[in-house]
């Protein structure tokens, strides 16, 4: 009875909500080719009318067709084989430590509104005829929630170093965006942002609780009110001036 119990917590415990994103992403990878490989195309998932087909976020078809399902539906588009090994690998690696932390209906939260506060940022300020897609967005969103952490749990050595290794992470990839044209250095911009409020938002568990210095209620309140401000200012700024 005893090996039974601790078999069904290592699976209540487990990362499934990670494991629930990565078969998405897959799955819509290998959609992807095949709808390349129907017409023709070598690579499905970096032709630019597949990717706009999927959801990737093109800002225009949010302003003049009103696809606001672009906000959500990039975060689990990638172009090309070695973008989604390397987002894939990098959720795998982050999700196994964060989601068992936070628990999964807060991973599940916490992944997604930071890939859509991203996919905000990105819409609001980058050209209206260019694509964009990838699980960035909500990546950069898990990094800023461990810097969060870090400081929720100021005495717990593990997290606070993994914490500084995440602000780390997240400074070299900001500079080496600044240098690549390819990249989206908005999306992952508005991630960090999303995943900092986001994590004083919804704060951790009850059972972990103890270990955290308290945090005031009211820091938690504006986490949410500019949350909501930068929400309403991009799809605002957005729609406005393009």
Known sequence: MYQRQTQWDKIKDGPYITYLFLSIQIIVFLLMEFQGIRQGIFSGSENGAILQQFGAMVAGDVIYNHEFWRFVTPIFIHIGLVHLAVNSLTLFLAGRLLEPLIGHTRFFILYLLSGIMGNLVSFAFSSPL????????????????????????????????????????????????????????????????????????????????????????????????????VTVFCLFYGFKFK
């Open 130 to 229: 260019s694509i964009s897609a990838g699980a960035s967005t909500s990546l950069f969103g898990l990094f800023a929630a461990f810097i969060v952490l870090g400081r929720l749990f100021p005495n717990q050595p593990i997290i606070r170093q993994v914490s500084r290794n995440m602000l780390l992470l997240i400074v070299l990839n900001l500079g080496m965006n600044v240098f690549s044209s390819g990249v989206d250095i908005l999306g992952h911009i508005g991630g960090v942002i999303g995943g900092v409020l986001l994590m004083v938002i919804v704060g951790v568990p009850k059972n972990i609780r103890h270990y955290q210095e308290k945090m005031n209620p009211h820091i938690r309140i504006l986490a949410g009110i500019i949350f909501v401000f």
